[in-house]
């Protein structure tokens, strides 16, 4: 027997292979999905042996329905329950909204009743413009916590700022402010011996799905790719810039870079403080204990209305792509958009065209180099059709844009983690404040026009004429889009 397998074992694996292929081909026409993507998937899986299934099984599934990431028991806390109930708005309140917002009302309403996302009135919200300023106030803040300090990042490294983030953490929690740091064991690098000091010192430390071997696995799973911060439940960050000496822009640096992040004091803190107990929920696996103390009463009297959107393979829809579909479709004099990364669905695409083509100015601002040349050249390969609906597009040239934004008609305004492509839309987790407010608005557009100023914006007929090798890398990068 053992000489027959051993004989056979390529033939042997090969039947093995396509039984396993024939299963998960039945598996993908059940599911009655996209037909393109059904049939890539089974072209895969029958041409190429083993590699196929081994790309089924790592982008192929659809995790989101299966739930193997479930982090819904915090929720079910009684105390979470009476905050969202209490953030609820009343009939007035919805009339008045209703009045104020005309057709971004259909964003609210969307997210509420997809996720429970209740639409918060009263904050403060204050737009922080590279790592400069968000390090600058986020210091501030962590020095003068008293109760609790809680941080949820997808990259923190031991540098120098990052040096001075743990610094503050291990200096507070000696003081007795329960301090509670969860970071992507993908995306960040902490040596063995700040790990230990922390630890030492009271602070309570989980990764994110740790992984054996950080280096090698890349892209290749499921990361939490947000940045929060909340201290003592009554000040919230987040946005685009991680925790490292790449997004400070120190005096010496090579290359700048272009971030945005925002700093929020009023109710929303509150929904960003669920988001974060949720997670911790799931990377501790203990039963934390929700205390009042988590979410104290607000004393921000400023109303600026503000909805947190969150999405991953543990929500039920995609709730951050829907609501920026949802802005452009409503959208009635113009879209600006920022992204580091521009792979989008083909819903997205329609929608700017059809934005363009009815008298919408949308202008996108993406980097000139971005530091993944097949994520380069994937965004180049979308670039014509949109600029050929009379979409402006603008490539960044004073160093690496980074931010997340999107601006619409004077009174949406989207800030947060996802970028516009298939892996912030589907794979990774994310989460991003959508703020209802002309003031901020006006604020961000006038950043983006700014940015533009140092941009250079590409010329369709000169884009057309670019080298057929070129366009060959762009088309054969696209075919990679929803893995990137």
Known sequence: MLTFIKEHILTILIVLNYIIAISAAFTILLKNINPTKTLSYIIVLVFFPFLGILVYYLFGQEYRKNKIFNRKHILNRSL??????????????????????????????????????????????????????????????????????????????????????????????KQGV???????????????????????????????????????????????????????????????????????????????????????QGEAVKLLQIHFL???????GSDIQVSKQFFPESKTKKETKVQIAASGPDTDWANIMEAILTAINTADNYIYITTPYFIPNQQIITALQIASRSGVDVRIIIPKKSDSW????????????????????????????????????????????ANLDYRSFNINFEINALIYNEAVSKQLKKQFLEDIKDSQEIELKRWEQRPKLMKLKESYSRLWAPLL
């Open 374 to 417: 097949i994520a380069n050249h994937a965004t180049n390969s979308y670039l014509q059709s949109l600029m050929e609906a009379g979409v402006k597009v603008y490539r960044y040239t004073k160093g690496f844009v980074h931010a997340k934004t999107q601006v619409v008609d004077d009174i949406f305004t989207s800030i947060g983690t």
């Open 178 to 264: 329960a301090v509670r740091l969860s970071v992507d064991d993908v995306g960040s690098k902490i040596s063995s011996a700040s790990k230990k000091r922390l630890k030492n010192s009271g602070v309570s430390f989980y990764p994110f799905m740790p992984v054996l071997f950080p280096k090698f696995t890349g892209k290749m799973n499921y990361r939490n790719h947000r940045k929060i911060a909340i201290i003592d439940g009554l000040i919230g960050y987040l946005g685009g810039i991680n925790i490292s000496d790449n997004y400070v822009n120190y005096e010496n640096d090579a290359l700048f870079w272009r971030d945005t992040h925002i700093r929020i």
């Open 278 to 284: 949720t997670t911790w929920d799931f990377v501790s």
């Open 80 to 173: 979470i329950k009476k905050i969202n109930k209490d953030l609820e708005l009343n009939e007035q309140e919805l009339k008045e909204v209703d009045q104020t917002l005309e057709e971004k009302i259909k964003l609210v309403k969307l997210l509420h009743k997809s996720e429970n996302a209740p639409l918060t009135l009263h904050n403060d919200v204050e737009i922080l413009i590279n790592g400069n300023k968000k390090f600058e106030a986020l210091l501030e803040d962590l020095k003068q916590a008293k109760n609790h300090i809680h941080l949820e990042y997808y990259i923190l490294k031991d540098d120098k700022i990052g040096g001075q983030i743990i610094d503050i953490l291990c200096e507070k929690a």
